[in-house]
T-cell receptor, first 115, second 107 residues
Framework: NAGVTQTPKFQVLKTGQSMTLQCAQD?????MSWYRQDPGMGLRLIHY???????DQGEVPNGYNVSRSTTEDFPLRLLSAAPSQTSVYFC????FGTGRNTEAFFGQGTRLTVV | AQRVTQPEKLLSVFKGAPVELKCNYS??????LFWYVQYSRQRLQLLLR??SRESIKGFTADLNKGETSFHLKKPFAQEEDSAMYYC?????????FGTGTRLQVTL
């Protein structure tokens, strides 16, 4: 059981470049989300999705785009990288809804540096 | 809006001392509360959840709806407890984390 697979582990981008962080889960979870982790700021929600075809913004969505064409995949796109986007990114998935096990499972993280 | 507050960024304790990591939440409905732990350069993983009322690695947490708190406690800290701890709130539509508390256990 692979769980949540996130790629790449490391990435260096130049300012203005674009890229896509991949996230896939094999647990048939409806809920998927992307967070960035910065020192002293904890985990901040970028975008989330409660099912295929449905996405919504979190607290720090600017500069990022997502889509959810399948239950399994939830890629995060950086449209034009900026140094302020240097961070560690985590993808997570879970079931959601009352009466269900809503434990979140995380990917291994992507350490992104924008120069 | 749902919110999770962890007032301490860093908590430093001696080995064998009691630990209490504070977590307060705001949500008008009935939330599910969790504690997640992140050891150095590893992914986050579930430590415990309020509905199971279990003790994991000696840690416990009790949901206090009156005070909207879900503090994490351990009677005797161990070196291997040093990690980043996140309190989290799940509702029907969103998972929200606090800013995290780094627990440092020293000899």
């Amino acid at each position: 059981n692979a769980g949540v697979t996130q790629t790449p582990k490391f990435q260096v981008l130049k300012t203005g470049q674009s890229m896509t962080l991949q996230c896939a889960q094999d647990m048939n979870h409806e809920y998927m989300s992307w967070y960035r982790q910065d020192p002293g700021m904890g985990l901040r929600l970028i975008h989330y999705s409660v099912g295929a075809g449905i996405t919504d913004q979190g607290e720090v969505p600017n500069g990022y785009n997502v889509s959810r064409s399948t239950t399994e995949d939830f890629p995060l796109r950086l449209l034009s990288a900026a140094p302020s986007q240097t961070s560690v990114y985590f993808c997570a998935s879970s079931y959601f809804g009352t009466g269900r096990n809503t434990e979140a499972f995380f990917g291994q993280g992507t350490r992104l540096t924008v120069v | 809006a749902q919110r999770v507050t962890q007032p301490e960024k860093l908590l430093s304790v001696f080995k064998g001392a009691p630990v209490e990591l504070k977590c307060n939440y705001s949500y008008s409905g009935s939330p599910e509360l969790f504690w997640y732990v992140q050891y150095s350069r590893q992914r986050l993983q579930l430590l415990l959840r309020h509905i199971s009322r279990e003790s994991i690695k000696g840690f416990t947490a009790d949901l206090n709806k009156g005070e909207t708190s879900f503090h994490l406690k351990k009677p005797f800290a161990q070196e291997e407890d040093s990690a980043m701890y996140y309190c989290a709130l799940t509702t029907a539509s969103k998972l929200t984390f606090g800013t995290g508390t780094r627990l440092q256990v020293t000899l």
